[in-house]
C-alpha cells in the first residue's frame, strides 16, 4: 500500500475548520489520519516544517486549448503549469476546435488527463453546439461523461430564451451556467478598457455596460427560474454590486475573479501592451476596488485564472489584433498573497477558501478539503519565499504573462494528487 506521511505543517482546511500543526497520514491516495504527532512507517516521509500545507487549490476556468490549439498549449503543458501553481483539480473551458459540445470530446479529456496523472480534469462543456447560439447541448450526456457545468465561454448565451431554457436544464442536474457576460453589441471592436488610456492609444474601448447588462439579464433571468448562475471573471464596479444584491435576495448566483483583474488597472497596457490585453478587460481603479471589497465580504465565491495561453506569434501582432488573454496558473497564489494577503485585505485562510473549497462547491466535487477518508490531493506552500517569476521559465508553454519579472513573496512548494506527489520546487 503506498503510504506518505506529512509532518510538522500548519494544516488550514477551512471548511473543515482545521489550523494548526498537524501531520497527515496518506495511504492509498487518501488521507486516513490526521493528528498532532503521527508514527508509524511509511515509504515516504515528508517533513513539512516552516511550511502550510492545504487542500489541493481548484481552478474552475481555464483554457487548456487542446483539442485544437496546440501550438499555444497541449493538455500535457498545461497541466504541468497547474501542478507547478498548487493546482490540483482544473476545469477547461470548452471554447476548443472543435468546441467541447459532445460527450465523445468530454470523455476524452478526462480519460487523457487521467492517463497524464497530473491535475484532475473536469470539464466545463458548451451551453450550445459550437457556443453557436442555436441549439442547447445534450446537457444530460455531457454530465454523465463527465461535465460539471455549461458555458459559452469567450461570447455570452446568445438570447434570453436560451439562457433561460439552460438554466432550467441544468437546474435539474444540479450544475451550473456559467456565463462570459458581455453584450457584443456594446463590446464590438473593443480592444481595452473604454476610458482615458483607450482614447489616448486610438483604441476601441470596451465599457462597463458590455458587462453590466448581461450580468442584469442573466441574474433576472436566474431569479425567474431559481437556476444556478456562476459569473465568470466579473470585472467591474455595477457587477460586483448587482451579484451582491442578488446574494441578499437568495438566488443561486455565484462569481469568481482572477488575479489580473485584482492586480492590475487599465493603465498597464501602457507597459505591458498585448500581454495586458484580455477580455474582460483590466478596468479603472475604481473597479479594481470593487473587486477587492468583494472579495473581502463574501461576495466573490472563487479566485479563478482564466488561463489563457497564446503563442508567441499571435501576442506579438499589433494590439488590436493580438488575442485576448493572459496565462495566469503559476502566478495565482503569489498574486493572491501579494495583492490580498500580505497587504492585510483577507487572511491566509480566506485566500485558501477562496482557491479550494469555495469554489469547489461550485463544481459540486468533494475535493478542496483536507478530511479523514477525503482524497489527498494537498498543495504545500510557503508564504514568505522570495522569488522572482520568470515566465519563460514556466511550465506552460506560452508565456504571455504581464507578471514576467515580478518578485514575489510566497510559493507552492510541493503538490499532490490523490497520494502521488506530482510536482516540487
Same mark, same amino acid.
Given at each position: 500500500?503506498?503510504?506518505?506521511?506529512?509532518?510538522?505543517?500548519?494544516?488550514? &482546511?477551512?471548511?473543515?475548520?482545521?489550523?494548526? /500543526? +498537524?501531520?497527515?497520514?496518506?495511504?492509498?491516495?487518501?488521507?486516513?489520519?490526521?493528528?498532532?504527532? +503521527?508514527?508509524?512507517?511509511?515509504?515516504?516521509?515528508?517533513?513539512?516544517?516552516?511550511?502550510?500545507?492545504?487542500?489541493? =487549490?481548484?481552478?474552475?476556468?481555464?483554457?487548456?486549448?487542446?483539442?485544437?490549439?496546440?501550438?499555444?498549449?497541449?493538455?500535457?503543458?498545461?497541466?504541468?503549469?497547474?501542478?507547478?501553481?498548487?493546482?490540483?483539480?482544473?476545469?477547461?473551458?470548452?471554447?476548443?476546435?472543435?468546441?467541447?459540445?459532445?460527450?465523445?470530446?468530454? #470523455? $476524452?479529456?478526462?480519460?487523457? #488527463?487521467?492517463?497524464?496523472?497530473?491535475?484532475?480534469? =473536469?470539464?466545463?462543456?458548451?451551453?450550445?453546439?459550437?457556443?453557436?447560439?442555436?441549439?442547447?447541448?445534450?446537457?444530460?450526456?455531457?454530465?454523465?461523461?463527465?461535465?460539471?457545468? =455549461? #458555458?459559452?465561454?469567450?461570447?455570452?448565451?446568445?438570447?434570453?430564451?436560451?439562457?433561460?431554457?439552460?438554466?432550467?436544464?441544468?437546474?435539474?442536474?444540479?450544475?451550473?451556467?456559467?456565463? !462570459?457576460?458581455?453584450?457584443?453589441?456594446?463590446?464590438?471592436?473593443?480592444?481595452?478598457?473604454?476610458?482615458?488610456?483607450?482614447?489616448?492609444?486610438?483604441? @476601441?474601448?470596451?465599457?462597463?455596460?458590455?458587462?453590466?447588462?448581461?450580468?442584469?439579464?442573466?441574474? @433576472?433571468?436566474?431569479?425567474?427560474?431559481?437556476?444556478?448562475?456562476?459569473?465568470? !471573471?466579473?470585472?467591474?464596479?455595477?457587477?460586483?454590486?448587482?451579484?451582491?444584491?442578488?446574494?441578499?435576495?437568495?438566488? /443561486?448566483?455565484?462569481?469568481?475573479?482572477?488575479?489580473?483583474?485584482?492586480?492590475?488597472?487599465?493603465?498597464?497596457?501602457?507597459?505591458?501592451?498585448?500581454?495586458?490585453?484580455?477580455?474582460?478587460?483590466?478596468?479603472?481603479?475604481?473597479?479594481?476596488?470593487?473587486?477587492?471589497?468583494?472579495? /473581502?465580504?463574501?461576495?466573490?465565491?472563487?479566485?479563478?485564472?482564466? !488561463?489563457?495561453?497564446?503563442?508567441?506569434?499571435?501576442?506579438?501582432?499589433?494590439?488590436?489584433?493580438?488575442?485576448f488573454g493572459v496565462i495566469g496558473?503559476?502566478? &495565482?497564489?503569489?498574486?493572491?498573497?501579494? /495583492?490580498?494577503? !500580505?497587504?492585510?485585505?483577507?487572511?491566509?485562510?480566506?485566500?485558501?477558501?477562496?482557491?479550494?473549497?469555495?469554489?469547489?462547491?461550485?463544481?459540486?466535487?468533494?475535493?478542496?478539503?483536507?478530511?479523514?477518508?477525503?482524497?489527498?490531493?494537498?498543495?504545500?506552500?510557503?508564504?514568505?519565499?522570495? $522569488?522572482?517569476?520568470?515566465?519563460?521559465?514556466?511550465?506552460?508553454?506560452?508565456?504571455? #504573462?504581464?507578471?514576467?519579472? $515580478?518578485? =514575489?513573496?510566497g510559493a507552492v512548494t510541493a503538490?499532490?494528487?490523490?497520494?502521488?506527489?506530482?510536482?516540487?520546487?
Amino acid at each position: 500500500m503506498a503510504r506518505l506521511l506529512i509532518r510538522n505543517g500548519r494544516v488550514i &482546511s477551512p471548511a473543515d475548520e482545521l489550523d494548526g /500543526q +498537524l501531520d497527515l497520514l496518506i495511504e492509498d491516495g487518501e488521507i486516513r489520519e490526521i493528528a498532532p504527532k +503521527l508514527s508509524g512507517h511509511a515509504y515516504e516521509t515528508l517533513d513539512a516544517g516552516g511550511q502550510i500545507v492545504a487542500p489541493g =487549490f481548484v481552478d474552475i476556468h481555464v483554457h487548456l486549448r487542446e483539442p485544437g490549439g496546440e501550438v499555444s498549449e497541449t493538455l500535457e503543458t498545461g497541466l504541468r503549469a497547474a501542478v507547478a501553481g498548487g493546482f490540483t483539480s482544473v476545469c477547461p473551458m470548452p471554447n476548443t476546435r472543435p468546441v467541447n459540445d459532445n460527450p465523445e470530446l468530454t #470523455s $476524452w479529456l478526462v480519460r487523457r #488527463s487521467e492517463e497524464l496523472k497530473l491535475a484532475r480534469v =473536469f470539464p466545463i462543456a458548451a451551453v450550445t453546439m459550437g457556443s453557436q447560439g442555436e441549439t442547447l447541448t445534450d446537457f444530460a450526456a455531457l454530465v454523465a461523461a463527465g461535465a460539471v457545468g =455549461f #458555458s459559452d465561454d469567450g461570447r455570452p448565451v446568445k438570447t434570453e430564451s436560451l439562457m433561460k431554457e439552460a438554466l432550467k436544464k441544468a437546474k435539474d442536474l444540479g450544475v451550473p451556467i456559467i456565463d !462570459h457576460c458581455e453584450v457584443p453589441e456594446l463590446s464590438a471592436g473593443g480592444i481595452i478598457n473604454e476610458g482615458v488610456y483607450s482614447k489616448a492609444l486610438g483604441l @476601441r474601448g470596451i465599457p462597463n455596460s458590455a458587462e453590466d447588462d448581461c450580468i442584469a439579464r442573466d441574474i @433576472r433571468i436566474a431569479a425567474a427560474t431559481g437556476g444556478r448562475l456562476h459569473v465568470a !471573471h466579473l470585472s467591474t464596479v455595477g457587477g460586483v454590486q448587482m451579484v451582491r444584491e442578488a446574494k441578499s435576495r437568495g438566488l /443561486q448566483v455565484t462569481c469568481e475573479v482572477t488575479p489580473h483583474h485584482f492586480s492590475l488597472t487599465d493603465d498597464a497596457v501602457r507597459r505591458y501592451g498585448t500581454h495586458a490585453k484580455m477580455n474582460p478587460p483590466l478596468r479603472k481603479t475604481a473597479d479594481v476596488e470593487a473587486v477587492v471589497a468583494g472579495i /473581502q465580504d463574501g461576495v466573490v465565491d472563487a479566485i479563478v485564472t482564466d !488561463h489563457a495561453p497564446h503563442a508567441a506569434e499571435l501576442k506579438s501582432r499589433p494590439i488590436a489584433e493580438a488575442p485576448f488573454g493572459v496565462i495566469g496558473l503559476e502566478t &495565482s497564489l503569489a498574486l493572491g498573497l501579494k /495583492q490580498l494577503v !500580505h497587504s492585510g485585505k483577507i487572511t491566509l485562510s480566506q485566500l485558501i477558501a477562496l482557491m479550494t473549497s469555495k469554489p469547489a462547491r461550485i463544481i459540486n466535487k468533494p475535493v478542496g478539503r483536507i478530511q479523514v477518508g477525503g482524497v489527498a490531493d494537498l498543495t504545500l506552500l510557503d508564504p514568505d519565499l522570495e $522569488w522572482t517569476y520568470r515566465a519563460a521559465d514556466g511550465y506552460s508553454k506560452s508565456h504571455n #504573462s504581464p507578471f514576467d519579472g $515580478w518578485e =514575489f513573496r510566497g510559493a507552492v512548494t510541493a503538490t499532490i494528487v490523490g497520494g502521488r506527489t506530482v510536482f516540487r520546487r
